[in-house]
Nanobody, 124 residues
Framework: QVQLVESGGGLVQAGDSLRLSCVTS????????MGWFRQALGKEREFVAV????????YYADSVKGRFTISRDTAKNTVYLQMNSLKAEDTAVYYC?????????????????WGQGTQVTVSS
């Protein structure tokens, strides 16, 4: 059974940092693209960042570029999202996802597997 389990969310103040983790299990994700998405209350799910599991190439949404860093540890089967200089508008549920076709898509419909999400709340 494929599982993606996120952790690391919480309540922080503007300007603080958080690191989210996504532990994968149930299959090898070699050749996949691993993405982070977020969904704020009342809004659509939006792309945050994506990384190639094997090659490690990365892409970011303009809104987080320079503040967030996506990485992966293939030995630990884990994908990370380091979030610095957090803003109130970063408040959302953050989801980890895996894309088999490796198009590094920014559309959540492109992704095949999803975690349950972790809440990030940034107070201003």
């Amino acid at each position: 059974q494929v599982q993606l389990v996120e952790s690391g969310g919480g309540l922080v103040q503007a300007g603080d940092s958080l690191r989210l983790s996504c532990v994968t299990s149930g299959r090898t994700f070699s050749g996949y693209a691993m993405g982070w998405f977020r969904q704020a209350l009342g809004k659509e799910r939006e792309f945050v960042a994506v990384i190639g599991w094997s090659a490690g190439n990365t892409y970011y949404a303009d809104s987080v570029k320079g503040r967030f860093t996506i990485s992966r540890d293939t030995a630990k089967n884990t994908v990370y999202l380091q979030m610095n200089s957090l803003k109130a508008e970063d408040t959302a549920v953050y989801y980890c996802a895996a894309e088999m076709s490796r198009t590094y898509g920014r559309d959540w419909n492109d992704y095949d597997y999803w975690g349950q999400g972790t809440q990030v709340t940034v107070s201003s």
